[in-house]
């Protein structure tokens, strides 16, 4: 299922380029398009961050997990969020989410912090990132690893590509060797990690 929680506000395709652009494009950029990434950064995610905050965002994707969670016909659920959606799939897998999920799923995520998974005790987590990511650091990779790992053992699964910009998974281009070789990686990890931990009992 591919719920729409930005309501039909999606952050236009064309600015995705310039907010987070592969490594080819920034070797290439100089000091204007540096500039021009700069200032659709602030007129458009900006504003867009600010009307899908968590207080607006959250109530969205509670419903929605907690509707299908009392649906007799559904079994198992992995929450799968990229970017933005990484850090909401973690937030349902704490102890204390009142519409917990069974796997959560964490691609390239964005404003993940360490608060974000001190509640998470025995969910599975699976959390996958580039290097190079500009949204989210190694240390901060490390961190949660940290706090995660000594409580989940082998249910935690955490994955960092080398030379990977945020958004790998999905905006790698198939035409590049490289690119298109981490996208199936980062698909047949996640199939493999979700299969896992819902065909246990």
């Known amino acids: 299922m591919l719920p729409d929680f930005f309501e039909g ?13 592969n490594l080819r494009d920034q070797e290439k950029s100089g000091v204007a398009d540096k500039a021009h ?25 509670e419903k929605f997990f907690s509707e299908l ?12 969020g990229f970017c933005w959606g990484g850090r909401y799939s973690l937030l349902l897998a704490n102890d204390d989410s009142p519409s917990k999920v069974d796997v959560g799923m964490s691609f390239h995520p964005s404003f993940l912090v360490e608060a974000d998974v001190q509640n998470i005790s025995s969910t599975p987590v699976c959390i996958l990132k580039g290097d190079k990511d500009a949204m989210m650091s190694d ?7 940290k706090i995660l790992k000594p409580k989940l053992g082998d ?9 990977a910009v945020h958004g790998f998974t999905i905006r790698g281009d198939d035409m590049v060797e490289s690119e298109k070789k981490m996208k199936d ?12 931990w819902t065909s246990k009992a």
Do not use: C, Q
Not at 155 to 163: A, R, S, T
């Open 9 to 21: 506000d999606a952050i236009p395709h064309e600015h995705l380029k310039a907010i987070v652009p």
């Open 37 to 61: 990434s700069a200032a659709v950064m602030s007129t458009s995610l900006g504003p867009w961050l600010i009307k899908h905050r968590e207080a607006v965002s959250k109530p969205l994707i």
């Open 69 to 80: 969670r009392s649906d007799p016909s559904v079994g198992k659920i992995v929450a799968l």
């Open 139 to 145: 240390e901060a990779l490390d961190g949660i690893e």
């Open 155 to 163: 249910k935690l699964f955490v994955k960092n590509y080398p030379d």
């Open 185 to 196: 990686d980062s698909n047949n990890e996640g199939i493999k990690f979700a299969k896992k």
